[in-house]
């Protein structure tokens, strides 16, 4: 029908470095949005998809590949899903009561919502809980600070074994420096389960201290001994992607930061990136790897991923579907766009670059 494409091969692509993981985010539970993007994204070559530990959210990405793969039977990308350790952004959401809004208000909460998750008509105004993913973009634009985040905590006894009873590849832990106690205690719970998964992640925000912590979740983890693939995930600034150009700065340079640690496992770049984030680590003589040398081994996107589709996921709106993979004018024009943002990363030779970690 459309594009031909190369067989996922995640493991290999960490090895490479050219893995490439679509983030459709930890509080994003949008299943029509979620599900088109796992569609062109996963058809134009990402190795894993990481969703929101919500069941529902789980089955329809599911669905979704299974229903892709009748076309394109090499795609087949990882499912991961995100837990934390504590109060963390990616785990929130934002709340407001619309009554409260004074009538001349020009509602700039509206405006600086990525995902139109704040909505006035008739028939709902405020925060559409499922549209939001917790950016915070919201929250201090409010002139009455009206707007509210409210957090929440994954219990991992619970969801653990449901998402992996639903064939979840991979378990990305969100932490924060100094919650070295609160990891622990995670972990311990996680840890009968690792066995199950291909892929564990740890994903972190740079600050002060931050080296001393991960060396200490080094220590507790022990990545080297562990029965599968294991990633830092450097969270350079969380869900700013979108914002532009400069967004990819801190991500790299943390990235940069982490790899130096030489810790064992693989480093991945978060937080920031967007399409200047290959360009940026190329002129840095980061990207593409050289063999023999310890390097980063791929990229997360997530806010800017989704801003690229927003005008498919629009027109799929107005036309009152949620399936994709029925408009072909619509799966091509997404496929293609996913293709440009993955492209970079996947373009080049990497014959002879294999590293163990
Ligand atoms: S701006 Fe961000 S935090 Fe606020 S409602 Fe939109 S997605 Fe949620
Ligand atoms: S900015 Fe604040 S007061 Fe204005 S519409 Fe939004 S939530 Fe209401």
Known sequence: MILTTRPTDPLRSLQTGNWFKLICGASSQHIPTIRSCAIAYAIAGADCIDLAADPAIIIAVKDAIVSIQTHYPNVNPWL?????DGEDPHFRKAEFDPNHCPSDCDRPCEKVCPTNAIQFSSKSSGVIDELCYGCGRCLPICPIQSIQARSYVYKPEIIVPTVLDLGIDAIEIHTQIGRSADFATLWQTLKPHLHHLKLIAVSCPDGPGMVEYLQALN???????????????????????????GATRACIKLGQK?????LPGFVQLAGGTNDHTVEKLTQLGLFPPQPQTRHLAGIAYGSY???????????????SSNQLEQH?????????????LIAPLKSYSSKNLLTST
């Open 80 to 84: 991961m899903v995100s837990l934390n």
């Open 258 to 262: 982490v790899l130096a640690l030489g």
């Open 328 to 340: 072909p004018d619509l799966l091509e024009e997404s496929v293609k766009i996913a293709t440009n």
């Open 219 to 245: 220590q507790i983890i022990s990545p080297s001994g562990l029965p599968c693939a294991f990633i830092w995930q450097t969270d350079g600034r969380p869900m700013s992607g979108d914002i532009g150009d």
């Open 305 to 319: 991923a989704r801003s690229q589709l927003q005008s498919v996921l629009t027109e799929l709106e107005q036309r």
